[in-house]
């Protein structure tokens, strides 16, 4: 079946450095990739739509210079977070939209953790 | 302004019970209205999709009913067992434009021994 998948699983980083997440549509193209952030007990909040070949819709509240999204290919997405701060801190997940089989599939998920 | 709301936030049930889970909804127009199942760490994973002409889908142990009417969905889990402690999510998506769902907050199920 359709996976997403996301790499790295977590990831653990120093303050003030840049961290970049993979999301990857493995046997589908997705022309729009979707980047959530979950926070401990609450529900996906979803920060920006990826489409491929242009630039990012970003979601209120949601700094585009410090999330950083770059939809390369109809396969990849990447969400960058730059000069990362501990309250970046958070649960990244990504998914993508298989128009053909008309379902939204999620990555596994992202742990960032800023030190 | 859309909307998803879940009933309720949190539920504990002894292993082998059946419990029911509500989503209230009012996202319109209306596209499909999804059930994810999420693990603690873990992304969400489908559980079934149900569209505007459908009343009832059932994914193993999980059925889903949907009255596009009320705008009103649940989620019966029968013979619950302790896998099924996890987060349950109602999503559901407009139709046309930019397919941007809106998520419930979630239910939070523990299942007891």
């Known amino acids: 079946g359709a996976v997403v998948s996301q790499h790295p699983s977590w990831v653990i980083c120093k303050s003030g450095t840049s961290v970049k997440i993979e999301c990857r549509s493995l046997?589908?193209?997705?022309?729009?990739m979707f980047w959530y952030r979950q926070f401990p007990k609450q529900s996906l909040m979803l920060m920006a739509t990826s489409n491929e070949g242009s630039k990012a819709t970003y979601e209120q509240g949601v700094e585009k210079d410090k999330f950083l999204i770059n939809h390369a290919s109809l396969t990849l997405s990447t969400l960058t977070v730059t000069s990362a701060h501990p309250e970046d801190s958070s649960f990244y997940i990504c998914s993508a939209n298989d128009r053909g089989r008309g379902e939204q599939y999620f990555g596994p998920g992202t742990r960032l953790t800023v030190t | 302004k859309n909307q998803v709301e879940q009933s309720p936030q949190s539920l504990i049930i002894l292993e082998g019970k059946n419990c029911t889970l509500q989503c209230n909804y009012t996202v319109s127009p209306f596209s499909n209205l999804r059930w994810y199942k999420q693990d603690t760490g873990r992304g969400p994973v489908s559980l079934t999709i149900m569209t505007f002409s459908e009343n009832t889908k059932s994914n193993g142990r999980y059925t889903a009913t949907l009255d596009a009417d009320t705008k009103q969905s649940s989620l019966h889990i029968t013979a619950s067992q302790l896998s099924d402690s996890a987060s349950y999510i109602c999503v559901v998506s407009p139709s046309g434009g930019s397919y941007i769902p809106t998520f419930g907050r979630g239910t939070s199920l523990i299942v007891h021994p």
């Open positions: 046997d589908f193209q997705a022309t729009t």
